[in-house]
């Protein structure tokens, strides 16, 4: 397969391209920064240069070419502002969605947050914000004609994986490591799972491998 990956150096991404290139898959991922470059490279992939805050949905689609799915995996972080937030965490899923339809790359995996669907709508709070904006994405990206997957993982940490998740909808709370949303990232591209469906995602008893999607 053919990946592409906006946002390609974050974490998740680039154990993300680790195990598909591992595997022999062809991954794309944009950086920003001449370190989150070399980061996509030394995972394995191939790097091209992004400005989110800058950036059409036809300079996204050119560089997509054949690839067969893209994931969105870029997030303004930790002290980003609130236009970041908007630039970044909201309009940037759009965006991919939009050059996704102008290339006429059919499946788009999502990484979106738990709680996106419980903010506080009349909140300053940095993370209210940030929930709006995720929720609003998702919302965008689930009315597209694309074969869309949207993973809310809780609150992530750089833990080892276990290789056991939680799946499903309804609950909130925990934490998951962020090498264990890559593997389940990487079942859900390589196997086609989880097609058209939104789920939460934290650390559980069930083995990645054998979870129904």
Do not use: C
Request: glycine residues 14%.
């Amino acid at each position: 397969m053919k990946i592409f990956i906006l946002g390609g150096s974050s974490r998740i991404a680039v154990q993300l391209t680790e195990i598909l290139t591992d595997a022999g898959h062809d991954v794309t991922g944009t950086a920003r920064g001449e370190r989150g470059r070399q980061d996509v490279l030394d995972s394995g992939g191939t790097p091209v240069p992004l400005d989110l805050e800058t950036a059409t949905a036809r300079d996204v689609a050119d560089q997509l070419g054949e690839v067969d799915a893209v994931v969105f995996a870029a997030g303004a972080g930790y002290g980003s502002t609130t236009k970041q937030k908007e630039i970044i965490d909201r309009d940037g899923a759009i965006l991919l969605a939009d050059a996704a339809e102008l290339a006429g790359v059919r499946r788009y995996v999502l990484i979106s947050s738990m709680g996106t669907d419980r903010f506080d709508a009349g909140s300053a709070d940095p993370f209210q914000i940030y929930l709006r904006f995720k929720s609003e994405a998702d919302a965008a990206v689930r009315v597209r004609d694309l074969d869309w997957t949207i993973i809310r993982p809780s609150g992530l940490n750089d833990r080892d994986g276990t290789g056991h998740l939680r799946i499903g909808t309804g609950f909130s709370g925990g934490s998951v490591p962020r090498a264990d949303v890559a593997v389940l990232i990487g079942r859900l591209l390589v196997e086609g799972l989880g097609v058209r469906r939104q789920f939460e995602v934290t650390s559980g008893a069930q083995p990645i491998g054998e979870i129904e999607l």
